[in-house]
């Protein structure tokens, strides 16, 4: 009888070591994708407002055994054995992220921004109470309580606006919607909004009206960690947001500042209540039950570590000089739009990102058919030239999602690949030279010369290949 085969163990390193052969002769056709899509990143340039680009660092603690391990609950209380490991690698996720953000808590456990949002909400409220948030087409998230969001459903929501003769917040006018409406909570935080947000004004109205504030910085997360744009933590009860669009992997992170151990109301807490009926449970708390066993289970554990990693990166100087270079490079690409006749919202911006309204642009003796442009077609006409934006819905937008007037342009990733203001002068002579000659022939529909495609493609390509994925 033959022996069983004994295969000698790896190591760590030989384990790890040359993943993307290991997939290639295992599944050619996604190995082929992934390649796909690393040349697209390459040769294309990034310009969408919500996304970043993370270092290999996260990448290789994405790709880990850590993504095995099972567990649920918290460290020093897990449902599952053999969490010695990853225990470390929570503690130190939660550590780093508390230091880079001077919050007193940090739960590194939601699998996503929008994760995070839905954990915070039904945290605190119960089916039917009030949210008031800013609406989605006035710059704010699906998950602040759109109709078509989970707490959209379960929730009475109303909306506060931009103003829609400056498209700025108005304060005042939210404050006086919060004294009617009377939220039990109030949101904060866009993800089209280019504008510094005064986070202790809104904590003054959550006051006022008895409303817990949530913040959700998602867009800035990376300006607020290097001080480039106020930070919430110590006026919002809770801050949350995406780890990926500062540059970190995928998933969701909430902190809390000064308010982690304040005891959380319940709606029924209220007079009437006999006195030390509950054991008053601090708002940390609130929120860890129900992360788990209330919204999730097992946390995304290589996520987790990938967390730890980012957050580290963070922390470096490299990081947050960055992070200003993001902002300066905004401001110069809209300032270019403005010198070049594009309306762009309040005239500039303070943070990541700007919008223009497209369908006011008039170029110089192009659309011959007298059709305006759309935030469709820009984005789609630009795309064949290789540079990547996003159409985006504008206050007031006489036009659909699916349509829009609006293009949003970001610069979080050209400027990790060492972009500066004299590529984003190139970069918005580039857009115009796209948008004064494509033919816009319906709201969908356009024309563009083959040879202009061309030539941009190719001014692309040899940009993005100086200033190559870092
Ligand atoms: N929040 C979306 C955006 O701003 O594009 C993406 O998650």
Sequence with gaps: MSKPACNRALTNEQYHRDLPSVLEGTDEEVYRLLAQEFDRQQNTLQLIAAENQCSRAVLAALGSVVQNKTTEGFVGARFHGGCEVVDCLETLAINRAREVYGARYANVQPHSGTGANQIVITALLEKGDRILSQAMDQGGHVSHGAPVSFAGKF??????????????????????????????????????????????RFRAMADEVGAYLMADISHIAGLVAAGAHPSPVDYAHFTTTSTYKPGGPRGGLILVGRD???????????????????????????????????????????????????????????????????????????????????????????????????????????????????????????????????????????????????????????????????????????????????????????????????????????????FPLR
């Design 155 to 200: 929730f009475e929501v109303e909306h506060y606006s931009v103003r829609p003769d400056t498209f700025l917040l108005d304060y005042d006018a939210i404050r006086e919607q919060a004294l009617r409406f009377r939220p039990r909570l109030l949101i904060c935080g866009a993800s089209a909004y280019s504008r510094t947000i005064d986070f202790a």
């Design 260 to 466: 982690f151990d304040t005891a959380f109301r319940g709606r029924s807490d209220g007079p009437g209540q006999p006195a030390g009926s509950r054991r008053a449970v601090p708002l940390w708390e609130r929120i860890e039950k129900n992360t788990f066993p209330g919204f999730q289970g097992t946390p995304s554990l290589n996520n987790v570590a990938a967390k730890a990693v980012f957050f580290k990166e963070m922390l470096s100087s490299e990081y947050r000089t960055r992070q200003f270079g993001i902002v300066e490079n905004a401001k110069v690409l809209a300032e270019e739009f403005v010198k070049m006749g594009y309306d762009v919202l309040t005239g500039g911006t303070d943070n990541h990102m700007f919008l223009a309204n497209v369908a006011n642009f008039q170029p110089h003796g192009a659309t011959a058919s007298g059709n305006r442009l759309t935030g469709f077609v820009v984005q789609h006409c630009l795309e064949d030239c290789g540079v990547i934006v996003n159409m985006n819905r504008l206050p007031y937008d006489r036009h659909n999602a699916r349509i829009t007037s609006g293009m949003r342009l970001g610069t979080p990733i050209v400027t990790k690949n060492g972009m500066r203001a004299t590529e984003m002068e190139t970069i918005a002579k580039l857009i115009d030279r796209i948008l004064t000659r494509v033919e816009v022939q319906g709201d969908r529909q356009y024309r563009l010369d083959p040879g202009l495609q061309c030539e941009a493609r190719e001014q692309v390509r040899d940009l993005c290949a100086r």
